[in-house]
């Protein structure tokens, strides 16, 4: 089979800075995994990985663009931005670090879950970020 | 235990949904926190915040959570509303506070589920 023939490829610009509309990617996607009948909890976890990863662009990085790659084997998700960077990765990934202003706690963001969220619910990921420059998160979920 | 039954035992106000009432609900979470929401993911769950804002029906509809609880009278805005009708989430609206609520609904049978680690 060729790879590229029976791949989908979803594309998004997240605007920044603009919170009441953060999700609208993630949920697009979800609605076009689940009419492509993908298991529901396949479809769940893309979803609320994603979701996390969008939020987090338009809190702490003013916006970026996410690709979703769909393939009969995994759904794969590349979140680009050109935000402040990450310095410390491996501190960002710990359970409740977050650098959150407090507006943005009172939205109910900036628990510092959202990073190990987007781990625990994907089989790969990684983040490669270079301060002033921008961050790249690659997600990927397996189907079978 | 349904929708309905949330409903009646919260004296809660239902806001949208009542073609949703005889839905089955599972499990429960109670959290301002929308990560600590998304941590787990459960069946057919209802969650009750005293968060009211658009990300909180994002995030149910991440989780395909069935119903959001809002407590302390907080009221959804239209934005909301409009939100959770596309989504068939059902919302409710109840004066208790999140202790109190919680803990009617645990007195009934409903469970979080496992603790954490
Ligand atoms: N795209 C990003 N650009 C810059 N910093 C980020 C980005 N994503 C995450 N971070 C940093 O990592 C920390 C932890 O992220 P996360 O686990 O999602 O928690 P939270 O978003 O609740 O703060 C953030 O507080 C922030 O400092
Ligand atoms: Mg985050």
């Known amino acids: ?144 | 235990m349904t929708i309905g039954d949330i409903k009646e035992t919260l004296g809660a106000k239902l806001i949208v949904g009542e073609e949703w009432m005889s839905r089955e609900v599972h499990t429960a979470c109670g959290s301002d926190m929308m990560s600590d929401v998304l941590a787990f993911m459960k069946d057919q769950s209802v969650l009750l915040t005293g968060l009211c804002n658009l990300q909180v029906i994002r995030t149910a509809e991440m989780m395909d959570i069935v119903c959001i609880v809002f407590v302390r009278g907080k009221m959804p805005d239209g934005a909301m509303i409009e939100m959770a009708k596309q989504k068939e989430i059902a919302l409710l609206s109840t004066g208790h506070r999140m202790f109190s609520a919680c803990g009617m609904l645990y007195e009934k049978g409903l469970r979080g589920g496992a603790p954490y680690r």
Do not use: W
Not at chain 1, 19 to 44: H, Q, W, Y
């Open chain 1, 1 to 144: 089979m060729k790879d590229t023939e029976d791949k989908i490829t979803l594309f998004y610009k997240i605007p920044g800075n603009d919170f009441t509309r953060a999700g609208e990617a993630s949920s697009n996607v979800k609605s076009k995994l689940k009419m492509m009948g993908v298991r529901p909890d396949i479809v769940r976890k893309v979803a609320i990985a994603m979701y996390e990863g969008e939020i987090n662009m338009v809190i702490h990085a003013s916006g970026g663009t996410i690709e979703v790659i769909i393939s009969p084997e995994e759904i794969e998700m590349i979140l680009k931005d050109q935000g402040p960077g990450i310095e410390d990765i491996e501190l960002a990934m710990t359970a409740g670090y977050s650098t959150a202003p407090d507006n943005i706690r009172n939205l109910g963001f900036g628990a510092g879950m959202g990073l190990p969220n987007m781990k625990k619910y994907t089989d790969e990921m990684s983040v490669e970020s270079q301060v002033g420059i921008g961050t790249t998160v690659t997600m990927k979920v397996k189907i079978i």
